[in-house]
C-alpha cells in the first residue's frame, strides 16, 4: 500500500511532539510534506493534521531509534532538533526512516543529502554552543549573575549545564533573547522556562567597575602590532560581540 504524501502536520514544537509526528507517519502510513508547529505561519494546498504530543508514543520512538538504528543517530536527532535549519522536522523524519531501513550504518552515509544535512545540521548546534562556552559574559544583579545570548541556534539546553558545573555555588540566569527562553539555577536546581522579556535594572557601581576593569584588561594585553581584526573575528564571530563585556559602550 502507498503512503500517502498530500498532507501537511502540525505539532506543538516540542522534542516529543516531533516524535509523535514520527509515531504518526509509519503507523498511518503517510510521508508529509510538510511539517510545522503553532508558532509558525505556512500556507499549504494539503489537508493539515494535527499531532497530539503523546509521552507514551514518543518515549517509544526515542527507543527504537536508539535500538534499532544507533544512539548516534539518536545523538544527531536531539541536536539537529536544537538547530534553526530550514525543513529541519522533514529532514529528521526522511534520516530516520532510512535508519531504520540501514542501520547503524546510515549515520556514515555523507553523500546522502539527507544525511549530510542532519550531520551538519548538529555540527551548527555543537559549534555554536562551543562558542557561548567561551564568550558568554556574566553581570551581576543583587547577588545573581546574569547573562544574555542571541544565538541563531536553541543552542541553551546543551550550554547551561557547562556553567553549573563552573559556578555549583551560584545562583545565575542565561536569557536566551532569540528563542524567548531562560535557562535558572538556584540552590542546585536547573529550569528551563519560556520568558517572552527579561528586564534588567541598572547595574551598579561594584558591577560598573569590573566592567572598566575588565576592557581595561583586554586592552592592556594586546600587542598593537600584532592585532589583525580579521583574524580576530575568525576565532570570535562579530555577531557575537553585542554581549561581550570587552566591546560594549
Not at 66 to 83: F, H, N, Q, T
Not at 115 to 120: G, Q
Not at 180 to 205: M, R, S, T, W
Amino acid at each position: 500500500m502507498p503512503y500517502r504524501t498530500d498532507i501537511a502536520y502540525l505539532y506543538d514544537g516540542s522534542f516529543e511532539g516531533l516524535l509523535c509526528c514520527v509515531h504518526e507517519s509509519y503507523y498511518q502510513k503517510e510521508l508529509p510534506s510538510l511539517i510545522f508547529h503553532y508558532g509558525e505561519a505556512q500556507e499549504t494546498l494539503f489537508p493539515v493534521k494535527e499531532i497530539a504530543t503523546d509521552p507514551e508514543s514518543a518515549e517509544k520512538v526515542e527507543r527504537s531509534i536508539g535500538k534499532s538504528i544507533s544512539k548516534e543517530a539518536l545523538s544527531l536527532v536531539r541536536l539537529c532538533y536544537l538547530s534553526h535549519m530550514e525543513d529541519r522536522e522533514l529532514t529528521i523524519l526522511r534520516f530516520l526512516r532510512m535508519g531504520y531501513k540501514i542501520g547503524s550504518s546510515v549515520t556514515n552515509m555523507l553523500a546522502h543529502d539527507t544525511v549530510r544535512a542532519i550531520t551538519k545540521g548538529a555540527q551548527n548546534v555543537q559549534g555554536e554552543a562551543h562558542f557561548y562556552r567561551e564568550f558568554l559574559r556574566f553581570s551581576e544583579y543583587n547577588g545573581a549573575l546574569v547573562a544574555i545570548i542571541e544565538p541563531k541556534n536553541f543552542v541553551l539546553p546543551i550550554m547551561s549545564g557547562h556553567f553549573c558545573d563552573r559556578f555549583p555555588s551560584e545562583q545565575f540566569l542565561i536569557y536566551d533573547k532569540t528563542h524567548k527562553h531562560a535557562f535558572v539555577y538556584q540552590n542546585g536546581e536547573k529550569n528551563l522556562i519560556p520568558l517572552e522579556h527579561l528586564e534588567l535594572p541598572e547595574v551598579d557601581a561594584t558591577e560598573a567597575q569590573h566592567r572598566v576593569l575588565w576592557k581595561q584588561f583586554y586592552n592592556t594585553i594586546a600587542i598593537e602590532g600584532r592585532i589583525n581584526p580579521k583574524r580576530r573575528m575568525g576565532h570570535m564571530p562579530k555577531r557575537y560581540w553585542s554581549q561581550l563585556t570587552e566591546f560594549m559602550d
